[in-house]
């Protein structure tokens, strides 16, 4: 594979980009900015209009690239008050009267004191012979700065080949394009052609209005801003993605709070699975296919086989790990998590279960509004029928910013299971055993990222169940389980991520981990 590389070095160690005006930082530079620093270099040399103007209508095209810069960290946040231009009236002699506040929040990069602090944008490039390299090398050698104005850097630009890339040092960000989140989205260039719109087009046009600004014996001319760019999020190792996550209440016709048992909760995921499963094979979304609704929304695969089988002929995810075989490439598949949320946060907090959480694979966040929709105000439907008591069966209330939910989605470095985590095999009672199906249990689970764990049959948070299945008087106990669970060793999980890494929740590991055993929350403390 071959890509096309531009890279820009910084004379100092400080970046001053923010997404807006008043902030946050931007890390890293956004190919939008990158992409603005080029045009500025190439009308500054007066040959927008020409061969290298049109290279530059070729590059936004492109696909958003993948960004390697050095790790970085925010400086400290400056307040400055200058005088206000824009509001300029003649009324208010005092310049205190026109001042303006102006936020600088630097962004400091990590690098050895004898380097120059680089940043390189890849993108992939398929039909090599087409890419016009000089003109894009000519266009890089324009840039004078990446940021603001202090922030003066010069790039170049080059072909690269995968083993290239590989031995370039940083941090590498992934664009993550139908990913929506409030912190991590970068603009990147684009070109409607429904529209006619591009963002070349629409930074001549911005730069027209500045030069229109002042016109004599009339009022200062308004200057637009730029609007024509996409927005797509970022994800890399160090800023790890939280999946996509919408919550329900259970409430019954009178609008109160329900109240289901935490130790029986896995029956009410099945139950809102079920609920889901037969509204999208009513009514699925334009374009998925016939199987679409027994595989993503109820979470049912067949190895080796398309996925469009009987209900019957389908087995779980989990029901393979039961069996110890590892899920290759082809066999992995995307499903909808169903995860009933026992209350925490407090040592009195009644740990019943009131939220039903519903999660969905990274990028797959249309798809999970699209359920979501459908379900909320839908009333669930037991098995038996009086599993909610009198009252009948409760209705999902679609809530958001709820003060339960916050507690398993915010970011973490200590997280520990208030539901066992079922691991992929029976340990025999060896510890060395359940280490290593811990280690397999992580890496089935998505998490890459390296950490520290511990284990116990109890939780870390209180009125928890513990991961017993019998108590000492050989009753059930602890939180019923699946048959195809049963034979797998559970134990209660604390891990620790590396280097002070923060990770987002929902956090859920193990073999049931769609069905809301092995759910994660936060911890301050190791100990």
């Not at 398929?126 to 894009?136: E, H, L």
């Not at 110890?324 to 949320?341: A, F």
């Not at 299945?469 to 389980?481: A, E, M, Q, S, V």
């Not at 280097?499 to 590991?509: F, T």
Request: charged share 25%.
């Amino acid at each position: 594979m071959t890509f096309l590389r531009v890279t820009v070095w910084f004379f100092d160690d400080r970046y001053h980009g923010l997404l807006d005006p008043t902030g946050p930082a931007e890390w890293p530079p956004s190919p939008f900015r990158l992409f603005c620093a080029l045009v500025a270099g190439v009308a500054r040399r007066g040959e927008l209009e020409r061969e290298t103007g049109r290279v530059l209508a070729w590059l936004q095209n492109l696909e958003p690239p993948i960004i390697i810069a050095p790790r970085s960290k925010m400086g400290r946040a400056i307040r400055r008050y200058v005088p206000n231009n824009d509001g300029d009236n003649p009324r208010k002699l005092d310049r205190k009267d026109r001042l303006t506040e102006k936020l600088t929040i630097p962004t400091l990069m990590s690098v050895n004191p004898d380097e120059m602090p680089k940043v390189h944008y890849l993108w992939t490039i398929k039909d090599k012979t087409a890419v016009p390299m000089d003109r894009i090398r000519h266009a890089a050698h324009s840039l004078t700065a990446l940021g603001w104005g202090v922030d003066i850097a010069f790039a170049d630009a080059s072909k690269a080949s995968e083993a290239d890339i590989q031995a370039l040092q940083g941090v590498r960000w992934h664009p993550k394009p139908g990913v929506r989140r409030d912190q991590g989205m970068l603009r990147v260039p684009t070109a409607h052609s429904n529209f006619q719109e591009c963002t070349l087009c629409d930074l001549k046009h911005c730069h027209q209005t500045a030069t229109e600004r002042i016109e004599h014996g009339k009022p200062l001319h308004t200057v637009d801003k730029p609007r024509v760019f996409e927005r797509v999020f970022y994800a890399s190792v160090e800023q790890p993605i939280g999946r996509p996550c919408r919550v329900f209440e259970l409430r019954n016709v009178d609008g109160e709070s329900e109240r289901y048992p935490q130790r029986k909760l896995v029956h009410l995921a099945g139950m809102v699975r079920h609920l889901a499963a037969q509204a999208m094979t009513k009514d699925p979304p334009h374009g998925v296919g016939e199987d679409w609704a027994d595989t993503f929304v109820a979470g049912h695969w067949r190895r080796g086989e398309p996925a469009s089988l009987k209900r019957n002929e389908c087995v779980d995810d989990a029901d393979r790990r039961q069996q110890g075989e590892e899920l290759t490439t082809v066999d992995k598949h995307r499903q909808l998590s169903y995860l009933p949320l026992p209350s925490i946060g407090r040592v009195h907090t009644d740990p019943g279960v009131r939220r039903i959480m519903i999660t969905a694979p990274v990028g797959d966040d249309a798809w999970l509004d699209y359920v979501a929709r459908h379900l909320a105000g839908q009333m669930l439907k037991p098995l038996r029928g009086d599993e909610f008591g009198g009252d009948g069966p409760p209705l999902l209330v679609p809530v958001r910013h709820d003060d339960i939910a916050r507690l398993y989605t915010k970011q973490a470095n200590i997280w520990a299971s208030v539901t066992p985590v079922i691991l992929p095999g029976h340990d025999d009672h060896k510890p060395e055993k359940t280490h290593k199906l811990i280690e397999r249990a992580l890496a089935q689970s998505g998490i890459e990222q390296p950490c520290e764990f511990e284990w116990s049959a109890f939780s870390r948070f209180p009125k928890s169940l513990s991961a017993h299945k019998y108590d000492k008087n050989k009753k059930p106990t602890g939180y019923l389980r699946p048959d195809y669970l049963n034979s797998q060793t559970a134990v209660h999980l604390t891990l620790r991520f590396s280097n002070g890494l923060s990770a987002p929740g929902p956090l859920v590991i193990g073999a049931g981990r769609h069905i809301g055993l092995g759910l994660m929350a936060p911890r301050e403390n190791w100990d």
